[in-house]
C-alpha cells in the first residue's frame, strides 16, 4: 500500500520523454502492461531491458535531474524488491549497478537508489561486508545526494530508508 501513491504517479505518467523519430512509439509497453498487473518484477525487466537498449531514453538530463524514463526505472526497482525478496533483489541491483557505473557513472538518484536497496538488502541477509560497501557508497557522495532525497517528490518513506542508511556517516 505504500507503494500505491508512488506508483500511481510514476505510471500515470504516460511515455517517454524523447523525440518520436528517434524511439519507438510505446517502448516500454510491456513493462507498464506488468506493472498495471502488479507484476513489478516483469515491470522491472522489461524496462531495464529498455534501458539498456541502444533505443534507451536518457536517465538524467542535461542539468542531472531525472527524466521520466529515470524516474520509472528508479520506481520499478523500488517497487520490485518486495516481489523479488532480499537475495534475488541484491543479484538484481548489483547487475543494474554494475551497467549504471559503466553508462551513466555516479548519478545522483539511480546510482543512490541502487546502493540504498543494496544496503539494505545486504543488511537483510546478514552481509556486513556488502551492506557496508553500499553504505560507504552513499556516505562518500552525501552531499550530492541528501538534497535530491530530500524532495517532497521522493516521499517521506523514500527520505526516512535514506536516513537509516545514513545516519551513521562521518561528518
Known amino acids: 500500500m505504500r507503494y500505491s501513491l508512488l506508483a500511481a504517479l510514476f505510471l500515470g505518467l504516460g511515455g517517454i520523454a524523447g523525440t518520436a523519430a528517434a524511439q519507438p512509439a510505446n517502448p516500454d509497453a510491456k513493462a507498464m502492461e506488468c ?20 533505443q534507451a531514453a536518457p536517465l538524467e538530463n542535461p542539468d542531472g535531474d531525472l527524466t521520466v524514463a529515470g524516474a520509472r ?4 526497482v523500488r517497487l520490485a524488491v518486495p516481489q523479488l525478496g532480499n537475495l534475488a533483489a541484491r543479484n538484481e541491483v548489483e547487475r543494474l549497478l554494475e551497467f549504471v557505473r559503466a553508462e551513466y557513472g555516479d548519478t545522483r538518484y539511480m546510482y543512490a537508489t541502487l546502493h540504498m536497496v543494496r544496503a539494505e538488502t545486504c543488511a537483510a541477509l546478514g552481509d556486513a561486508a556488502c551492506a557496508e560497501d553500499s553504505k560507504s557508497a552513499l556516505c562518500e557522495n552525501l552531499e550530492n545526494w541528501a538534497a535530491p532525497f530530500a524532495m517532497p517528490a521522493q516521499g517521506a518513506e523514500m527520505t526516512e530508508r535514506v536516513k537509516a542508511v545514513t545516519s551513521e556517516c562521518e561528518e
Open 73 to 76: 526505472w528508479e520506481v520499478f
Open 35 to 54: 506493472a498495471e498487473n502488479g507484476d513489478f518484477i516483469c515491470a522491472l525487466r522489461s524496462f531495464s531491458a529498455f534501458m539498456m537498449s541502444d
